[in-house]
C-alpha cells in the first residue's frame, strides 16, 4: 500500500499576484470629434462653446493639443505638421476668420478663459503655436497674418504665461528668413501690437524673447544692414522703431570706440595712432563730434591714477594727462562749440567728484597752454556758459585767469 506525501508550503506567507498596468490607448480623434460636435452645436458661438466645454467630461489634460489645432485650424492636424486629419471639422476656427483684430480678439479673450480654469493647457498652447509657427510657409499669406495678430493681441491681453521666447525663437529658421516670411510676420505683429502698447512695452517682449538684441536676424542675409532695416520699417509706418534701432547702434558704436580708446590710452599707445585710429571709427560709425569730445575726455580721466586724499598728487596726475593727450583733444576740438563742450565735460565732472573740485581753473589753464581751448571760447564760458553745476563756484575759481587773459588782450 502506498502512502502519498504531502507537499510542502511556506506557512504564513501570502503569494500576491502581479497587477498589470492598464494603459487606455489614446483616441484624439474622439477627442478632437467631440469638441467640433460642440462648437457645430453652437454655431462657433464662443461664449456657449466655453460653457459646454466648461460643462463637458472632456480630457483636456490628455488632449490639449488637439483642443488647439481644433481652436486653430478648425479639426485636428496630421502628427508634427499643420495638415488636416481625418475627422469632423468646423469653419469657426481663428484661420478662418478675417484678418483683422476686431474678429480675432473674441478668440484670444475666449482662450484665456480656458487658461484661466485650465492653467496647465498653457504648455499645450505653446507646443500648438511652435509648431504653426515653424511651419509658416504651410500657411497661406492671409493665414499667417491672422497668426500674427493673434500672437500681437495674445501678448497685448496678457494671455496667462505665454512665453515670448515660445513665440519668436521658432521663427529664427534659415528657411523662413530666407524666404522673407518672417519679416512679412514680425512686422504684422509689430504693427499690431503697437496699436495698444507703446514701444517700451514692445521692446520688454523682444527682451524676453531674447530678439531684442539681434532685430536683424528676421532680415534675410542680404539684407541685413541698418540702412535695411531703416528702410524697410520707415515704409511700414513704424518710425519709432527705427529711431530706437538707430540709438540702439549709436550706443554699442559708441561703446567699442570707447572700449578700444580706452585699451590704447592704458597702453600708451602713440598719440598719433591713437588719433587715426579715433578717426576710423568715427568714421566707420557715424559718430557725431560733439559725442566723440565726450568719449575722449571721460576716457583719459578714467585712466588717471587718482589719490585717494593727495589733492596736488591728483592735480599734477590730471595735468600730466592733458598735457601728454593734448594733441589728441586738439584734433578732435575743431570749433568753439565743440572746445565749449569740452569746458562743460571739465566742469560737470569737476562738480560731481570731490577729489578735483578745486582742480578746474588749474585743468581749464593747462587745456589753454596746449592750445585745445581758444580764449573766445574760455570768455564765453565765463560770461554765458548755461550749465548750472558748480557754475557760480567755479566763475569764482576762474576769475583770476580770466582776469589775467583780457588783460593780456589789452596789452597786445
Known amino acids: 500500500m502506498s502512502s502519498s506525501k504531502e507537499k510542502p508550503t511556506l506557512g504564513g506567507t501570502r503569494i500576491k499576484s502581479r497587477k498589470r498596468n492598464i494603459t487606455v490607448p489614446l483616441d484624439p480623434a474622439a477627442f478632437s470629434d467631440a469638441v467640433v460636435g460642440i462648437y457645430l452645436e453652437n454655431s462657433g458661438d464662443l461664449e456657449l462653446v466655453t460653457k459646454c466645454l466648461e460643462s463637458s467630461e472632456l480630457n483636456f489634460s490628455r488632449y490639449g493639443d488637439t483642443f488647439f489645432e481644433v481652436v486653430f485650424k478648425g479639426g485636428r492636424t496630421q502628427p508634427g505638421t499643420v495638415k488636416p486629419d481625418e475627422g469632423d471639422s468646423h469653419p469657426y476656427s481663428i484661420i478662418d476668420c478675417e484678418p483683422k483684430r476686431e474678429a480675432i480678439l473674441p478668440y484670444v479673450l475666449y ?8 492653467p496647465f493647457l498653457i504648455k499645450n498652447l505653446e507646443n500648438v503655436m511652435q509648431r504653426f509657427l515653424q511651419s509658416l510657409e504651410l500657411f497661406q499669406d492671409d493665414e499667417r497674418k491672422k497668426l500674427a495678430i493673434f500672437t500681437a493681441l495674445a501678448f497685448s491681453q496678457k494671455l496667462s504665461g505665454l512665453p515670448p521666447e515660445t513665440v519668436f525663437q521658432p521663427l529664427l529658421k534659415d ?48 539684407k541685413r544692414t541698418p540702412e535695411a532695416f531703416a528702410e524697410h520699417f520707415k515704409k511700414e509706418g513704424l518710425i519709432a522703431l527705427v529711431e530706437y534701432n538707430e540709438k540702439k547702434i549709436f550706443e554699442v558704436r559708441l561703446k567699442e570706440m570707447k572700449n578700444t580708446l580706452t585699451t590704447l ?18 568714421k566707420d560709425a557715424k559718430l557725431p563730434d560733439i559725442e566723440v569730445i565726450r568719449v575722449l575726455w571721460d ?20 595735468l600730466r594727462q592733458v ?7 586738439n584734433t578732435f576740438s575743431t570749433n568753439g562749440k565743440l572746445e565749449l563742450e569740452l569746458i562743460y565735460k571739465v566742469q560737470v565732472q569737476c562738480y560731481e567728484d570731490a577729489k578735483l573740485m578745486k582742480l578746474f581753473p588749474e585743468i581749464i589753464r593747462s587745456l589753454y597752454d596746449q592750445d585745445v581751448l581758444a580764449e573766445d571760447t574760455i570768455l564765453h564760458w565765463f560770461l554765458k556758459g548755461t550749465n548750472p553745476k558748480g557754475r557760480q563756484m567755479f566763475v569764482k575759481a576762474l576769475e583770476p585767469f580770466v582776469k589775467w587773459l583780457e588783460e593780456a588782450e589789452e596789452e597786445e
Not at 524666404?179 to 507703446?198: A, M, P, Q, R
Not at 512695452?201 to 531684442?212: P, V
Request: aromatic share 8%.
Open 299 to 318: 576716457v583719459l580721466m578714467d585712466a588717471v591714477q587718482w589719490s585717494g586724499k593727495n589733492q596736488q598728487q591728483n592735480a599734477n596726475s590730471a
Open 111 to 118: 482662450i484665456q478663459k480656458i487658461l484661466r480654469r485650465r
Open 323 to 329: 598735457k601728454t593727450w593734448a594733441e589728441l583733444l
Open 265 to 282: 590710452i592704458t597702453e600708451e599707445t602713440d598719440v598719433s595712432e591713437v588719433i587715426e585710429t579715433v578717426k576710423q571709427h568715427v
Open 175 to 222: 528657411n523662413l528668413i530666407a524666404k522673407g516670411l518672417v519679416l512679412t510676420f514680425i512686422t504684422d505683429f509689430f504693427k499690431e501690437y503697437l496699436v495698444d502698447n507703446s514701444l517700451d512695452d514692445l521692446i520688454s517682449i523682444l527682451k524676453r524673447g531674447k530678439t531684442e538684441e539681434n532685430l536683424l536676424d528676421f532680415f534675410p542675409s542680404s
